[in-house]
Structures are given as C-alpha cells and as structure tokens.
T-cell receptor, first 113, second 111 residues
C-alpha cells in the first residue's frame, strides 16, 4: 500500500531535549516536505527536499533541521525544542513536487512542556 | 511565501444544504489544488485545476478556477455528514517546488 509513515504519532517532551520525528515514504517520490498545523494558521511549510541531499527552507524553518540521506526518508529534527513548537506536524511526499499531488502522513502531535 | 486567502473560515450547515468555499490570490496562479482533512485526520488530495476557467466535478463536488486564474471555489451540493472536515486550497510557489496552503474552511454538517 502506498503510504507516508510518520513516527511517533504522539510525543510529549520537555524543553531543550533533542528529538527526531521520522518520515518514510514507499512511493519512490523525489519530493518530500514537512508542515506544521496550528489552529487558525492552517498548514505552514517548514522544510522541503527536492531529492537526496537537496533541502531548502519553507516559511517557518527556525528551530528545525532536516536531512535527506536516502530517497525514502526525511526526518525532522528539533535540536532544542521549545513550547512554541507544540503543534501537529505532517510529512508529505509527491512525485516531483512540480504541480503534483501531495501525499500526507498521519501526523505527529508534539507537546513541548 | 505568498498565501492564498480562504473564506469563510467556518461554515455550519444543515444536511442537504449547499456549501461553497472560496480561495483568492492577489497574483496569478499557475495552478490550484484542493485538499480535505477530516477531523483528527490528515489532508487528502481532492483535485488540481490548471486551466483558466476550468470546471471539474467529483460527484457532488464542483471545483472552479477563475478566468483570471486568481481565484477558485469548491461547491458541495446537498451536503452530507460525511462532508464534515476542513477544506484547504493550495498554490504552488514560483519555483513549483513548494505548496502554500490557505488557512482552510471548516465545514460542520448537522443532521
């Protein structure tokens, strides 16, 4: 089954404790991206990757890092999480990124206390 | 990035009533995509519009792209409780490699 898999689905952590949210897709998509969703603000793009070893900032990249060492994986790293990073996070992939539909993961609800 | 504006933010209808959400941009769009997110779920792609004046239908859903390619609409005829969720429009950025989403319209349908 074609899918984008995120882990964990839920996470509560403390301020400053590094964490990684994993994202994997099995559709051989070149393009992957991360979004955060907050009430009243919709979906905002954090980072995206056009291919292996090619990443770029989205609209809200501060406090986040990403890497794309393999085509299927695109982890989101929070080196020092803060409470304002409490949010619902979605990973997405698409075939090329150019005018093609995005497939979203199930989401990761992160709470930073 | 340049966002698209969606209105209304919320809509509450009785089952069987029609529903429309609008997506507007101050600049010309190369395309517009629509997604639906059920409560507690993730966004799911519905459709993409590319051509000026394009109209596409999916059962009770009708999608339109404006002649000037600066606005789009999603119309649902005779809503059902299964239509509940948030509907997002999204535009490609100038590079084409990113999507900017509107803030969404949350639809509530009561039986």
């Amino acid at each position: 089954e074609a899918q984008v898999t995120q882990n964990p689905r839920y996470l509560i952590t403390v301020t400053g404790k590094k964490l990684t949210v994993t994202c994997s897709q099995n559709m051989n998509h070149e393009y992957m991206s991360w979004y955060r969703q907050d009430p009243g603000l919709g979906l905002r793009q954090i980072y995206y990757s056009m291919n292996v070893e090619v990443t770029d900032k989205g609209d809200v990249p501060e406090g986040y890092k990403v890497s794309r060492k393999e085509k299927r994986n695109f982890p989101l790293i929070l080196e020092s999480p803060s409470p304002n990073q409490t949010s619902l996070y979605f990973c997405a992939s698409s075939r090329t990124g150019m005018n093609t539909e995005a497939f979203f993961g199930q989401g990761t609800r992160l709470t930073v206390v | 990035g340049q966002q698209v504006m969606q209105i209304p933010q919320y809509q509450h209808v009785q089952e069987g009533e029609d529903f429309t959400t609008y997506c507007n941009s101050s600049t010309t769009l190369s395309n517009i995509q629509w997604y639906k997110q059920r409560p507690g779920g993730h966004p799911v792609f519905l459709i993409q519009l590319v051509k000026s004046g394009e109209v596409k239908k999916q059962k009770r859903l009708t999608f339109q792209f404006g002649e000037a390619k600066k606005n789009s609409s999603l119309h649902i005829t005779a809503t059902q409780t299964t239509d509940v969720g948030t509907y997002f429009c999204a535009r490609s950025t100038n590079s084409g490699y990113a999507l900017n989403f509107g803030k969404g319209t949350s639809l509530l349908v009561t039986p």
